[in-house]
C-alpha cells in the first residue's frame, strides 16, 4: 500500500521566508516515482526556488501534460492551482490561462516525449509567440511510462536496455528554443542543484518565454543483457504465478564542477554524460553566439549547461497583443462584447 499524505506536523525552528512559509509549504505529494529518478530532484529545485524568491504559493499555475515528469507537478507547490493536460497539449492550454488571467506565475513541467515528440508543434508555437512562462522540460531520452522506448531526444547510436540502437538523429529542444525566439534559454543536470536552483529562480523572475531543458537520469531501464538480476532473465528462469515488476532503488547521481569545466557523468547504465559548465565570461545576450556555442560542443559530444541566453528587455504576448492590465477573466460582459460597431471599426482596420 502507498501512504501519499505527508505528516503534517513539523519542527517548530524550520527556517522560514519573508512570507513567514518553510520550505514544507512548498511541498506536495510523497513522490511516486522510482528511488533516484533524477525528476525528484528537479521538483526539489523548483521547490527550494520558490522559496528562496518569497512566491505566494497560491499565485502559481502548473500544468503539464503526459508522461514521469508531467506526474511530477503533484510532489510541489500541493497549496498551487494545477492542470494535468493531454499528451502535448500542454503548451495551448497554459496559453490560453495566461491570457485569461495575466496575474499568476505560470511554470509548465513537460517531458522530451511530450514536447519533443506529439507536442513539438505546440512547443514551437508557444516559445515564438513570447508567453510569460517557466517552461522546463524533463529530459531523459526514454518514454519512461511505456518502459524505455527510444524519444526523439534520444542521441543518436545510443542503446535501449534491451541492445536497440537508436539511428535517428536527435531533436536539440535548446537549440529550438534559441531558433523560435524563447528570450530565456537553459540547460542544467538534474543532479547539480547549485546551478539548476538559480536558473529557475531566474526563469520564474524572467518576463517572456523561459526555457530550461533539464537533464533528468531514468533509473528504470538500466537492466542490460546478460545480467543475472535483469527483468528478462529473472522472468526466463522462473516459473511465474503473477507478473509483478520491481524497480531496484538507486542513489540520486550528482555532479559538482566549476565554471568552463568539463565533467563526465556515469549514469547507473554505466553510460556516460558529458557536462561543460559555461565559462564566467560567455556572454549570454548573443542569441546566435549561444547557437554556435551549443552545435559547437554538441559536434564534440558535449552537453553544455548554464544560462545560454537571455534578453533583458524582453516582453510577452500580453505586451504584443495589448491587452488590458485587468485580467481577462475578471472583464465584465460589456468590456468582453463591446457591440456591433466596435466590431466594424475592428473588420474595416483589417481590409
Known sequence: MTYLAKPVLRHPTLPTNTLGYTRRDYEGKIS?????????SISAAIIQACWELDVEPHRVAKLSGIGCSSKTPDYFLGNSHGFNTVHGR???????????????????VSGDGDSASIGLGQFAHIMRRGVNMTYIVENNGVYGLTKGQFSATADQGSKAKRGAVNNDSP??????????????????????KAQLVPLIKGALAHRGAAFIDVISPCVAFNNHAGST???????????????IDFIPRHTE???DYEPGELVEVVQHDGSVLALRKLADDFDPRDRIGA??????????????????FVDPQAGDLHQRLATPATPLNLLDEAALCPGAATLERINASLR
Open 291 to 308: 547557437m554556435n556555442h551549443v552545435l559547437s560542443h554538441q559536434a564534440r559530444g558535449e552537453i553544455v549547461t548554464g544560462l545560454l
Open 32 to 40: 511516486t516515482l522510482c528511488a533516484g529518478c533524477g525528476h525528484d
Open 90 to 108: 500542454m503548451p495551448s492550454v497554459l496559453t490560453g490561462a495566461a491570457l485569461a488571467n495575466r496575474d499568476l506565475i505560470y511554470l509548465g
Open 253 to 255: 547521481i550528482t555532479a
Open 229 to 243: 538480476k535483469s527483468y528478462d532473465h529473472v522472468r526466463a528462469h522462473n516459473e511465474a504465478v503473477n507478473r
Open 171 to 192: 531533436i536539440d529542444l535548446v537549440s529550438l528554443a534559441l531558433q523560435l525566439g524563447a528570450t530565456y534559454v537553459a540547460r542544467s543536470f538534474s543532479g547539480d
